[in-house]
């Protein structure tokens, strides 16, 4: 038997021509960066180069040894997905029902303090990516954009006002009824922060608010010029509900936080604010039945993104538990550890209404602005398309707890 041998030629130009396809030049650096990044950890890669370390690691660490933001990180990568095959899934219909209105995806931004600090366009630009894409965006207290800004910028977009108990009521009251007439839609009431989490990454940086001058913070000049130059060139930082600070952040909430605070005041934050109430920081069944007994709309199954009690419940394995105990009474969100649109479609197939994302948006701030939270958002919003089409779902109303298993331990 002979052996078949390709017969060998010399190559053509029109055989050759179809090969030599280059890419567009990409001239812009943010824009070059952002097209590489094809999951939010690689936008999580590019923020540690564009910011300084301090900035990254208040963004980026939680509480003492961290603990929970691993255990919550892990639960979501140890999840099993069940798919079902052979279904028309050529369209898939993300929209969701929050809070009595139609959101475009079932998440939203959650609140997240200091945002001018990771890039100097800070919550306007993320409300901006808010509306055009039709999701709710959330400002905290602890925001660096006021009130009345952040409404002008994004006229149309669903807009929440995250609120701490402060130990001057006149002060909440004030930011309550400023929120009101600025159109803010519902307000997130935080209880899980009585005082400052631990947070060691922060101390060991001495980072404060705002930043100081020192032989450490001088050498981070030299290598973050443009972050450095953006803070000093624009608007002077200031926050959404105070005139300024200029020491640690453990220390600012320490000094204005009420850890009074108990269900009385549920009813004082009632009786100033006369739209949804949602409690955010929920992080046992008792506490969630509290809540619907006190007829709040919404609650945040939530460890503050693990930022406060080291070693508290992994949000997301509560999930079923609380929706199947008050999910009639009122709404069941989750937050901490999203890193990908999966996380967000596995938390929705387990009962959560919707997620709140927070570093996956202000990794992408950090990378590139509003550009790269637009980069988040995308690449969220594929994520969760293509897995629910792989799921074989067609809608965020058919996903349920068929398509998602939560390993024993």
């Given at each position: 038997?002979?052996?078949?041998?390709?017969?060998r030629?010399l190559?053509?130009?029109?055989?050759?021509?179809?090969?030599l396809?280059?890419?567009p030049?990409?001239?812009?650096?943010t824009?070059?960066?952002?097209a590489?990044?094809?999951?939010?950890a690689?936008?999580?890669?590019?923020?540690?180069?564009?910011?300084?370390r301090a900035?990254?690691?208040?963004?980026?660490?939680?509480?003492?040894?961290e603990?929970?933001?691993r255990?919550?990180?892990?639960?979501?990568?140890?999840?099993?997905?069940?798919?079902?095959?052979?279904?028309?899934?050529?369209?898939?219909?993300?929209?969701?029902?929050?809070l009595?209105?139609?959101?475009?995806?079932?998440?939203?931004?959650?609140?997240?303090?200091f945002?001018?600090l990771m890039?100097?366009?800070?919550?306007?630009?993320?409300?901006?990516?808010?509306?055009?894409?039709?999701?709710?965006?959330?400002?905290?207290?602890?925001?660096?954009?006021?009130?009345?800004?952040?409404?002008?910028?994004?006229?149309?977009?669903?807009?929440?006002?995250?609120?701490?108990?402060?130990?001057d009521?006149?002060?909440?009251?004030?930011?309550?009824?400023?929120?009101?007439?600025?159109?803010f839609?519902?307000?997130?009431?935080?209880v899980?922060?009585?005082?400052?989490?631990?947070?060691?990454?922060?101390?060991r940086?001495?980072f404060s608010?705002?930043?100081?001058l020192?032989?450490r913070?001088?050498?981070?000049?030299?290598t973050?010029?443009?972050?450095?130059?953006?803070?000093?060139?624009?608007?002077?930082l200031?926050?959404?509900?105070l005139?300024?600070w200029?020491?640690?952040?453990?220390?600012?909430?320490d000094?204005?936080?009420?850890?009074?605070?108990?269900?009385?005041d549920?009813?004082?934050v009632?009786?100033?604010?006369?739209?949804?109430l949602?409690?955010?920081?929920?992080?046992?069944?008792?506490?969630?039945?509290?809540?619907?007994?006190?007829?709040?709309?919404?609650?945040?199954?939530?460890?503050?993104g693990?930022?406060q009690?080291?070693r508290?419940?992994?949000?997301?394995?509560?999930?079923?538990e609380?929706?199947d105990?008050?999910?009639?009474?009122?709404?069941?969100w989750?937050?901490?550890?999203v890193?990908?649109?999966?996380?967000?479609?596995?938390?929705?197939?387990?009962g959560?209404?919707?997620?709140l994302?927070?570093?996956?948006?202000?990794y992408?701030l950090?990378?590139?602005g509003?550009?790269?939270v637009?980069?988040?958002?995308?690449?969220?919003?594929?994520?969760m398309?293509?897995?629910?089409?792989?799921l074989?779902?067609?809608?965020?109303g058919?996903?349920?707890r068929?398509?998602v298993?939560?390993?024993?331990?």
């Amino acid at each position: 038997m002979t052996e078949h041998m390709s017969r060998r030629q010399l190559p053509k130009w029109s055989g050759i021509k179809p090969l030599l396809r280059a890419r567009p030049v990409e001239f812009n650096a943010t824009n070059r960066r952002l097209a590489r990044a094809l999951t939010i950890a690689d936008l999580r890669t590019a923020a540690r180069r564009r910011v300084p370390r301090a900035v990254f690691d208040y963004t980026d660490g939680a509480a003492e040894g961290e603990i929970s933001l691993r255990r919550a990180r892990r639960m979501f990568q140890t999840l099993e997905f069940s798919p079902s095959v052979l279904h028309d899934v050529s369209g898939v219909d993300t929209t969701c029902t929050v809070l009595g209105r139609a959101s475009t995806a079932p998440f939203a931004f959650a609140p997240t303090g200091f945002t001018r600090l990771m890039h100097h366009e800070g919550e306007r630009a993320v409300v901006h990516v808010a509306e055009r894409h039709g999701i709710p965006y959330a400002l905290s207290t602890m925001g660096t954009t006021s009130i009345e800004d952040v409404a002008a910028a994004a006229p149309s977009a669903r807009k929440w006002f995250q609120l701490y108990v402060w130990k001057d009521r006149a002060a909440g009251e004030e930011l309550m009824m400023r929120a009101r007439a600025a159109g803010f839609e519902a307000l997130m009431l935080t209880v899980d922060v009585p005082v400052a989490g631990n947070r060691l990454r922060d101390v060991r940086n001495g980072f404060s608010i705002p930043p100081t001058l020192s032989a450490r913070t001088l050498a981070d000049i030299a290598t973050h010029p443009a972050w450095w130059a953006n803070l000093i060139t624009t608007e002077p930082l200031t926050f959404a509900s105070l005139s300024g600070w200029d020491r640690t952040i453990a220390e600012l909430i320490d000094a204005l936080f009420d850890p009074t605070m108990t269900m009385a005041d549920l009813e004082w934050v009632r009786s100033c604010w006369p739209g949804p109430l949602i409690v955010k920081g929920i992080q046992s069944l008792d506490d969630a039945r509290r809540m619907a007994e006190a007829g709040v709309e919404a609650i945040v199954l939530s460890n503050h993104g693990g930022r406060q009690l080291d070693r508290a419940p992994v949000p997301l394995s509560l999930v079923p538990e609380v929706v199947d105990a008050v999910g009639d009474r009122t709404e069941v969100w989750v937050d901490t550890g999203v890193m990908s649109g999966a996380d967000i479609v596995a938390a929705v197939a387990l009962g959560a209404r919707t997620v709140l994302v927070g570093r996956a948006y202000l990794y992408g701030l950090m990378a590139g602005g509003e550009r790269g939270v637009e980069r988040a958002t995308g690449i969220l919003e594929r994520e969760m398309r293509r897995t629910m089409q792989l799921l074989g779902v067609r809608s965020v109303g058919e996903l349920d707890r068929r398509h998602v298993a939560i390993p024993a331990h």
